[in-house]
């Protein structure tokens, strides 16, 4: 088991799929955590540690950079550092090129992408060497999607702001590592599996949805002294859906 003792973990999306199955294995893990949603997670937060003690829940919009900064203050208040920062909020609408309005496109990038700037910016300047962040990508930044141009656009981008913060926190011993996840079972995609899912299985070659804890295993490692010396990568955690070298 990964042993992140001591180490703290500040993590948006914390109420979702995902973000809930990267807060549990990493509780488990040993780390302190600072979970946030546009509403406090203070259930999930009480289910891993119900005194308290090493785990914070919060309110942020990572759409707002005060919001953001406010976080990371907070983390630094609670438990004075920054070791490991994972900005998971995201959102996944549907739209067309045709049907998509400014405010659609704006709002997907707002959170997907300028969120995840925003959130690491704010964290950064609290974090030392041996520090890592682990940004969450898709498949669709990758290989695009239909009907999601905005959100794939968003992915794409998060896909080079993880790659250019590892050339530029690299000399202070800080890492930063994407992961990519593919068809993972959460509500957040209940929508486009309903539409379009056994075609998308059945492109799979492992032949089913990953779930988020395999997401959140993929994260581990990333945040984890294993992954020491990789940076600047994309994991991808997608079944051979989208197979990349």
Known sequence: MIDLSGRVLVLTGAAGGIGAAIARLFRRAGARLVLSDRAAPEDLARS??????????TACDVTSSREADSL?????????RIDIVVPAAGIF?????????????ASCLAVNLDGTMRVCRAAVPHMRRGG????????????GSRGHAHYAAAKGGVL??????????APRGIRANAVSPGLIDTPMIAGLMQERGPGLVAQTPLGRMGTPEEV?????FLASDLAGFVTGEALHVNGGLYIHS
Request: glycine share 6%; charged share 20%; aromatic share 6%.
């Open 160 to 169: 080079a702001f993880t790659r250019s913060l590892a050339a530029e926190l």
């Open 72 to 80: 990371a203050e907070q983390a630094v208040a609670r438990f004075g």
């Open 216 to 220: 959140a295993g993929a994260v581990l």
């Open 93 to 105: 609408p549907d739209a067309t090129l045709e049907e998509m309005t400014d405010d659609a496109w």
């Open 132 to 143: 890592a962040i682990v940004t969450i990508a898709s498949v669709a930044g990758h290989r």
């Open 48 to 57: 891993l540690d119900p005194d308290g003690t090493d785990v914070v829940a």
